[in-house]
């Protein structure tokens, strides 16, 4: 399970508006607990790929990653998770996901149709790395479980 506030499940559906029509990227930053994730911050990264390749896939550069891994350190937070955007797309993890995530780690994706967030699941690699199994969304205040964002 993830935990996180409502004014994160905002900031992520945001960027995906902004970055619209492309992909937008960023890091999920908080603790791991048994069985549980704790998100505290969510920080936004912009994506690397090329503009013409933004559409369908992201990456996060090296770089990049590493300063938001010192970013975390200073405030006392792991980095333990990633977001991005599907435009156009549902928010299942696409098989260029797959074969670019890790285990242990979350993945939130947002659905962005024609520039507006509708949907945001959270997904968390089968120890094998077979595929994607859904993981539940605890937002604080606790009430929407399955988050639609509109
Ligand atoms: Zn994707």
Same mark, same amino acid.
């Given at each position: 399970m993830i935990?996180?506030?409502?004014?994160?499940?905002k900031e992520i559906a945001a960027h995906g508006e902004r970055d619209y029509p492309h992909e937008c990227c960023g890091l999920l930053l908080g603790s791991f607990n048994t069985g549980l994730k704790t998100i505290a911050e969510v920080y936004p990264i912009s994506n690397a790929r090329e503009e013409e390749a933004k559409r369908n896939r992201f990456l996060i550069r090296p770089e990049?990653?590493?300063r938001g891994e010192r970013y975390a350190q200073r405030q006392g937070l792991e980095v333990v998770g990633f977001y991005h955007s599907h435009p156009d797309h549902p928010a299942v993890p696409s098989a260029y996901d797959l074969d670019h995530a890790w285990p242990v780690f979350s993945y939130i994706v947002v /659905?962005?149709?024609a520039? %507006? %967030?509708r949907d945001l699941r959270s997904w968390e690699m089968e120890p094998d790395r077979s595929r994607f199994n859904e993981e539940e969304i605890s937002a604080r205040p606790?009430?929407?479980? /399955?988050m639609k964002v509109s």
């Open positions: 935990q996180l506030t409502e004014n994160h499940l990049e990653l590493m /659905s962005i149709m520039g %507006a %967030a606790p009430r929407a479980v /399955s």
